[in-house]
């Protein structure tokens, strides 16, 4: 018989493997806002990340003890971040804010190194999100 290396929260044994990523970038960005009434509001802000660096070290292993299998780098790359949303203020000091933010990072021209060094062709992180906040202004 072989003995099942899948446990019940679906976690493969001896599995070990790590992914850690870093993007950096200066950044310039543009926020708009328009009032709709006296109390609620809308606003955009759109960020241009460039030049993006994008680092990356893995370690892919099934119960191996090792040195980290690679690392990425990357110099010429960009990203955006664009956010909506729209406040209702409360009070003078307190506010409720609604905002949607979507975020492209995208990562091109850099090395990747194995045992030898090969270019990455491509390297992207994309995300979104909707937050909900109560805020405070001392």
């Known amino acids: 018989a072989t003995r099942e290396r899948w446990d019940r929260e679906g976690r493969f044994h001896g599995l070990n493997s790590t992914y850690h990523a870093k993007w950096y970038s200066p950044q310039a960005g543009l926020r708009g806002e328009m009032g709709i009434t006296e109390k609620a509001s809308l606003f955009g ?71 030898h060094n090969s270019p990455i062709r491509d390297a992207k992180r994309i995300a979104s999100e909707v937050r909900c906040s109560l805020v405070y202004a001392f």
């Open 45 to 115: 802000q759109y960020t241009f990340l460039y030049p993006l660096r994008f680092t990356a070290k893995a370690h892919w292993n099934l119960g191996m003890q090792h040195h980290f299998s690679h690392y990425n780098k990357a110099f010429r790359s960009f990203g955006s971040i664009a956010t909506l949303g729209s406040q209702y203020r409360c009070t003078d000091r307190l506010s409720i804010k609604v905002e949607v933010e979507y975020l492209y990072l995208r990562a091109r021209g850099g090395r990747s190194t194995i045992h």
